[in-house]
Each structure stands twice: as C-alpha cells, then as structure tokens.
C-alpha cells in the first residue's frame, strides 16, 4: 500500500497529534514519517518490518503518547485499530493509563475489553501483566475475569511458571531502594517515604518527624528538583493505591491454601523486595521443614519466639503460619504488641474453626443452611479461591466451590443480573473427604462461610 495515497481520518491527521521524538533527541519524527506509520498502525499486514524500523527511530515513552493520544482521539477503542496500536507502541506509561480505563468499561463492552486485555499481554511488561492479574481477580465481569486469566496462564506457561509464581515475580519495586523508602531531595530539604502495615504511603521530614503531607514545593526549593520529587511521589501514590490491596489480599490468600516456597523464593522475592518487605516483617513465617516459627526482623535476619536467631535450611519450604500451625499463637501476640507491629490482615488474632464429627462423618455442613445474605459477596468468595459454576438455564450460577466443598445458591447468580440480589445457602456439602480435610483448610472454610452469612450492618 502507498502511504502517500492512503487517506487518514481528521481525527488521525498527524498534526493533531503530540510529535514523537527521535531516540537520539535530536528533533522529532517528520511528518511524512508520522503519516506512515499511522497508515501502518491502521493496516498493518505484511508492513511489520517498516514498523520495526520507524520504532527504532522514536523514544519509547514518546511512542506510548503517541499511541495514547490515537486511541483517544479515536473514541477511546472504537476505532479498533488504535487499541491494537497500544499494543503495539505501548510502554508502561500507556498501562497505567489503560488498566482502569477498561476497569471503567461496562459489561457490555465485552469485546473491547477482551481485546485491550490482550494489548496488556502483548506489551508484556511485568507491570502490563499485573494489571492483567488485577482484572483475573477484580474485572467487571465474570467473562472479562475468565479472559485476564486465560492471558495469564498464556504468559506464565511462556515463562515456564504457574500462575501463582507469575504472581509473585510480577510485583514492581516502584523505585524504592533497598531499604523499601524513598527520598524526596527538594534540595535543601529532603523528605523520606515509609510504609505502614496497609502499605499506605507516610512522608518522615529531615528530623524524622511524620507530616501529615508532603508538602508542595517553595520558593526556596531547587527549582527542578523539588517538582521532580513532588510529582514522583504523586505517582508512588498512584500506582501503591492498586497494589496494596491485591497484594496483602494475595498473601492472607496464600496463607489459607497453605502455600510454600523455597528458602531462596522466600528471600529474593519478599525479604528482599522493596515494597514487599513492609508487609512481610509483619507476618509469622513457618519453616515447615523443620516445625519453626519466626518473624523478620529489623535488619532482615529472622527470629523466633523467643527472639533467637532462626537460621532455616537450604532444603526448607517457608510460608505463612496459620494460628493453627502455632498452636497457642498467644506468645506471638505478645512478641509484636512488645514491638509494636501491625498486621495486614488477621492472622494472629484470626478466628479459627472446626468441623463437627458429624460433620465430618457425613459430609454435609447445615449449620449455614438457610442463611440469607447479599449476593454481591460472592466475589469476595471469587477471589478467596472459591469458584462459581458454569451458568445452566437462563444464565443461573448456583454452585460454588472450594476443593471438595460445593456451597448451593438459592436462587443462585444471574449472569447479566445484580449480584446484590438476597441469597440463601440451600445445601453445604464435603462428601466423603471430609475426614480427609486438614484442620487448616476445615477452618478456613468454615470462617468464609461464617463471613459470607453473616448478618449485615
């Protein structure tokens, strides 16, 4: 196809849109060359060897502006060309742009959404992929959430990995340095970033004392240092805002399906990881091998009960303890309230439950039948490990599962109805491996149960 010939929409017309810059900064990309490369952006086949050669000309992050601003101007996707150009320009720029635009998509935009799923996967970044993780677990939709993980298992198939360790390499630092914090150099004042227990941003000034604020740059600050580090740290906000959640949300899950890793997964991945280490530090850790408990301490040694350092072997499986791997978790609770720790989510002080022998000697549960409760719980259930059954006749999920329990909806979920609508538990069923169950797994199960039933505020 000749470019010169191949008209381009009003909207597309290269001067409406941002210039691209030259890799080597000297100037931007003409006009004529912007013209195209939109004419291949739109038709694209058979041209992959040009596009490569025009990429190679442009600054990446330019690039990903540009593409921005095509999808944009092109009504958001639907021009269906300017969603693949993200795909195909796109940096990480351009993903924390897209993740919550397709999060704002309603269910009937199913197909855009599917399609901007994959341009996620295709830019392929770890950020590009935890956004994806993101909609697997919170999209709008059960058919956008089933797409997200679909792209997911694709990606860590690709990387030899399942999808839990995926998970795990996908979280980014955000720029922290080894010590999880950030500095903030406004030149003559200087500003260090901490993390508390929720993984919420607090600023500490020079004198360590905690602002309320960050404050906005003075007259007496250097004049481009201080905006740089004011904006940086609005972006730090941004981008911690969605992770935190996810990520504390995906280790209290990891602690309930009894989730282990190596010694050497252990350290690179949590004890080391920048952000990471703020929630890690303030978990118990079990070396299963060997039948220990510990903490992480201060300076990243670990500790036990007792506070004596706690060496694990090479061959040790560690994951987070549960109350009932303490035992009596009280001596624990007096370790972090003497250190002052808060926890991300409730483990010590987590309620723990038990299945009746005759519960366990006929497999079915009654003690949560009839209870009514909304049904827009059940995504909280969805991203706990629970699973709702395929839709049968008029689109009605009634089936929930968890391992061997199935959990029964009266009158169950409307695919394209509101999740709000009252439910009831009809029918609690283990069968017969309920003597099978591990204590761990019975409880975990029984408090979902507990919580999803009950009595509203």
Known sequence: MNTETTP??????????????????????????????????????????????????????????????????GGQGEKRWTLTALGTLGDDGVVRRLGPV??????????????????????????????????????????????????LDKAAAERGLTVEQLADRLVPDLGLDATGSMVLDYGPRRFTVGFDEQLRPFVLDGAGKLRKALPKPGVKDDA??????????????????????????????????????????????????????HVVRRLVWLDETAGTAFRVAEDRTFADVDDAVFVPGDSARIGIAHPLDLGDPAPWSEVFADYEILQPFPQLGRSVHALTEEERSTGQVTRFEKLPFPGGRVRAMERRGWTLGAPADAGIQSDLT???????????????????????????????????????????????????TAPSD
């Open 224 to 277: 481009k240092l201080a905006p740089a580090a004011y904006q940086a740290f609005s972006a730090l906000k941004k981008d911690v805002r969605k992770l935190a959640g996810e990520q504390i949300e995906r280790l209290e899950t990891a602690m309930a399906c009894r989730r282990r890793w190596t010694i050497e997964e252990f350290s690179d991945l949590f004890v080391a990881h920048p952000l990471l280490w």
């Open 8 to 73: 381009l929409p009003p909207w597309a017309a290269p001067h409406r849109l941002p210039p691209i810059r030259l890799r080597d900064g000297d100037g931007t990309l003409p006009e004529d060359d912007v013209r195209e490369l939109i004419a291949i952006l739109a038709k694209p086949r058979g041209r992959h060897r040009k596009l490569t050669k025009l990429r190679e000309r442009c600054d990446p992050r330019s690039l990903g502006d540009f593409a921005w601003a095509l999808f944009e101007a």
């Open 402 to 452: 968890r391992g061997p329990v199935t959990v029964w909806l009266d009158p169950g979920l409307v695919v394209w109805g509101d999740p709000g609508e009252t439910q009831t538990l009809h029918e609690v069923t283990i069968g017969s491996r309920a003597r099978d169950l591990d204590p761990v797994t019975a409880s975990e199960i029984l408090r979902d149960l507990t919580e999803l």
């Open 102 to 151: 397709i999060a704002s998509w309603p269910s009937n935009l199913f197909q855009r959404a599917g399609l901007a799923l994959e341009m996620l996967a295709r830019i392929g970044t770890d950020l590009a992929l935890l956004h994806v993780s993101t909609h697997a677990r919170r999209g709008r939709t059960a058919g956008r959430r089933k797409r997200a993980q679909r792209l």
